[in-house]
Nanobody, 124 residues
Framework: QVQLVESGGGLVQAGGSLRLSCAASGRTFSSYAMGWFRQAPGKEREFVAAISWSTYYADSVKGRFTISRDNAKNTVFLQMNSLKLEDTAVYYC????????????????????WGQGTQVTVSS
């Protein structure tokens, strides 16, 4: 069982930045494929970014968000710059132990474990 705990959410003005963190349990974190998803009010959860040996981004955040990981600290980060009103959402961290296999990293079904989410609110 893998536990994921997100942190770093909050209220920020449009154009500002936030860095989300997701701390994971487990001794083999370096082999986990990790992802960030978000869910805005009234909308379905959507893919934001993912990292394994490579990184993947949704078109809506490419060039503004950066996903990274620190395997020594069992943590994955999401650096969010140039935030827009439409980035307001609950952000979820997700993990797949031993990689995604043949599944696309942008699919929710590619992940086995999910965090509780952290709220990001972008104001004008």
């Amino acid at each position: 069982q893998v536990q994921l705990v997100e942190s770093g959410g909050g209220l920020v003005q449009a154009g500002g930045s936030l860095r989300l963190s997701c701390a994971a349990s487990g001794r083999t974190f370096s082999s986990y494929a990790m992802g960030w998803f978000r869910q805005a009010p009234g909308k379905e959860r959507e893919f934001v970014a993912a990292i394994s040996w490579s990184t993947y981004y949704a078109d809506s955040v490419k060039g503004r968000f950066t996903i990274s990981r620190d395997n020594a600290k069992n943590t994955v980060f999401l650096q969010m710059n140039s935030l827009k009103l439409e980035d307001t959402a609950v952000y979820y961290c997700a993990a797949k132990t031993a990689g995604w296999g043949s599944r696309r990293p942008s699919l929710e079904s590619a992940y086995d474990y999910w965090g509780q989410g952290t709220q990001v609110t972008v104001s004008s």
